[in-house]
């Protein structure tokens, strides 16, 4: 592995893990992630596991939608900093619901890149349950750099 993909790796590892943890970021951020943990990080790729928080629901017990989309948005950027080196900006997001997470329900995140071409990036994230599998949510968004 060349040092500049160490270097993505250890980004976007630290970008995630410092917002999680409250040290960086807005407040909607920190809260969205603060549950997160187990967090695994190579090129191109990140998974991890979330416990959906009470102050996360909505007033049926679900994982609030704005949450859920702040998430996916930061992991699912934080894989495309281990290939570019930077955090690039979403210009097209869309999520799939397929079922709701409720509260203290344990789900698993993984975040991949499908490909990259000039200042565009794709990627798609995925949630499942994390005891059986059960898809919950899905979205494939597109992020452009802003940088030449």
């Avoid at 250890?10 to 997160?36: F, N, P």
């Avoid at 210009?91 to 000039?118: M, Q, T």
């Amino acid at each position: 592995m060349k040092k500049d993909e160490n270097e993505s790796i250890k980004m976007a590892k630290d970008w995630i893990q410092s917002l999680a943890q409250g040290r960086q970021g807005r407040e909607i951020e920190t809260q969205a992630l603060q549950s997160l943990y187990s967090v695994h990080v190579q090129k191109g790729l990140i998974r991890c596991n979330f416990l959906v928080p009470k102050n996360l629901s909505d007033r049926d017990g679900n994982w609030h939608v704005g949450a859920i989309a702040t998430l996916i948005d930061i992991v699912g950027a934080s894989a495309i900093v281990t290939v570019v080196g930077n955090i690039n900006v979403s210009v097209d997001f869309s999520i799939s619901y397929f079922s709701p997470a409720k509260i203290n329900e344990e789900v698993e995140i993984e975040a991949k890149v499908l490909g990259h071409k000039g200042n565009l990036s794709s990627n798609m994230v995925v949630i499942k349950n994390k005891e059986n599998g059960m898809y919950k949510y899905e979205t494939i968004f597109t992020t452009v750099n802003g940088r030449k």
